[in-house]
Every structure is written in structure tokens, then in C-alpha cells.
T-cell receptor, first 115, second 112 residues
Framework: DTAVSQTPKYLVTQMGNDKSIKCEQN?????MYWYKQDSKKFLKIMFS???????INETVPNRFSPKSPDKAHLNLHINSLELGDSAVYFC??????????????FGPGTRLTVT | DAKTTQPNSMESNEEEPVHLPCNHS???????IHWYRQLPSQGPEYVIH???SNVNNRMASLAIAEDRKSSTLILHRATLRDAAVYYC?????????????FGQGTRLTINP
């Protein structure tokens, strides 16, 4: 059983298009995240949702919009894709609350290539 | 967020112990020390975490200095599968402090 799954695994699209990446977790966690790993391999938090409520919104262009239909799902929609959006996007989940105690479980990543 | 410093890369041989150091001289009293690793073409995975005392689990051991300004992740018997980038991360113990702040990590190479 995959704990955190993402679809698609690979996404190739042209500049200006709108695309979505889906994430689902079956761990019963109530906090989910999106991270971005760029070509230099730096991993950076983008968003976090706790019980469907946005709790972390880092400095991310407003072309990126997360949506959490329920606690088990956190999707990422990207409008007007740009070349610089090419990266690997990771979804993660954890138990909520408690600050630095709970570990995060990561999905396999979605490699987005914008041409 | 408190900062950590790790060597860019380390190399070891299969079936030997590996000690991965991390300096965190500005750690605060409520910061937990977490270690994650990222295997090639995979998402990061949790390895271990601790606050003050040394910790052991099935993957590794975490040795924390008495002043908490440094820590060492110990892989007791490295295998080829342990080749990965290892990240040492400080996480405050407060409500809402959920995000992981990744640094550059240490790229560990294991020689057969």
C-alpha cells in the first residue's frame, strides 16, 4: 500500500498551459504539504494544509493554488506555466500539531517539465 | 529558523560504520533535531529525530552533544542502499511549526 501517492509521475507541458498535480495519503494524517525541488536540488516548502485549512503559504507566485477537498487529498494547480516552474514537486503528510515532533512522509514526486 | 551545517559529501565502504556530522550552534531549547535522507530519484524519508538524549531505531542512531550544538547520525553498517543525501534539520516544538527547512545536506557515497 502506497502511503503518499502522487499523479502524474511525469508531466511535460508547454509554457502558458494550466496543469494540476494530485496527491493522496492513506495514513490518516491531517496535515499535508507541497515541496518544490529545483534543478539545484534544493527542497523548499510551498504550502501546508491542516484539516483542509491553509496554514503555511510561503512566497510562491499566485499562479500556484493548492486545494484540499478533504484531509486525505491535497492538489496543486498551476496556471500559466513558466519555464522556471520546471522542477520536481513532492507532496508530504504528517500528523498535525505538536510542532517538531512528527515525521513527514513524502510521495515519490512529480517531475514537471515546461517547454 | 535555526541553521545547520553539514559537509557537502562523504564517502564510506560497504559494511563499515558511517558517522555523519551536523553542527547547529544556534539551536534553541525547543528545537528537535531531525534527520531525513533522499535516495536517488525518490522523495525524502524520515530517518530519526531527538531532543537531548541519544536515540536508536532500526535505521540509525543519533548522538547528540551535551550542549546540543552538534549531532551525529550513525549508520552502523552501511549498505549500498544507504547511498543518499542526508539532511539534518531543526524543527521547533511549537504549534504550527510544521515545515521542514532543508539545507544542502551531505551526499553519502558507499563503495562496494
Amino acid at each position: 500500500d502506497t502511503a503518499v501517492s502522487q499523479t502524474p509521475k511525469y508531466l511535460v507541458t508547454q509554457m502558458g498551459n494550466d496543469k494540476s498535480i494530485k496527491c493522496e495519503q492513506n495514513l490518516g494524517h491531517d496535515t499535508m504539504y507541497w515541496y518544490k525541488q529545483d534543478s539545484k536540488k534544493f527542497l523548499k516548502i510551498m504550502f501546508s494544509y491542516n484539516n483542509k485549512e491553509l496554514i503555511i503559504n510561503e512566497t510562491v507566485p499566485n499562479r500556484f493554488s493548492p486545494k484540499s477537498p478533504d484531509k486525505a487529498h491535497l492538489n496543486l494547480h498551476i496556471n500559466s506555466l513558466e519555464l522556471g516552474d520546471s522542477a520536481v514537486y513532492f507532496c508530504a503528510s504528517s500528523q498535525g500539531g505538536g510542532g517538531g515532533i512528527y515525521e513527514q512522509y513524502f510521495g515519490p514526486g512529480t517531475r514537471l517539465t515546461v517547454t | 529558523d535555526a541553521k545547520t551545517t553539514q559537509p557537502n559529501s562523504m564517502e564510506s565502504n560497504e559494511e563499515e560504520p558511517v558517522h555523519l556530522p551536523c553542527n547547529h550552534s544556534t539551536i534553541s531549547g525547543t528545537d528537535y533535531i531531525h534527520w531525513y535522507r533522499q535516495l536517488p530519484s525518490q522523495g525524502p524519508e524520515y530517518v530519526i529525530h531527538g531532543l537531548t538524549s541519544n536515540v536508536n531505531n532500526r535505521m540509525a542512531s543519533l548522538a547528540i552533544a551535551e550542549d546540543r550544538k552538534s549531532s551525529t547520525l550513525i549508520l552502523h553498517r552501511a549498505t549500498l542502499r544507504d547511498a543518499a543525501v542526508y539532511y539534518c534539520i531543526l524543527r521547533p516544538h511549537r504549534q504550527g511549526a510544521q515545515k521542514l527547512v532543508f539545507g544542502q545536506g551531505t551526499r553519502l557515497t558507499i563503495n562496494p
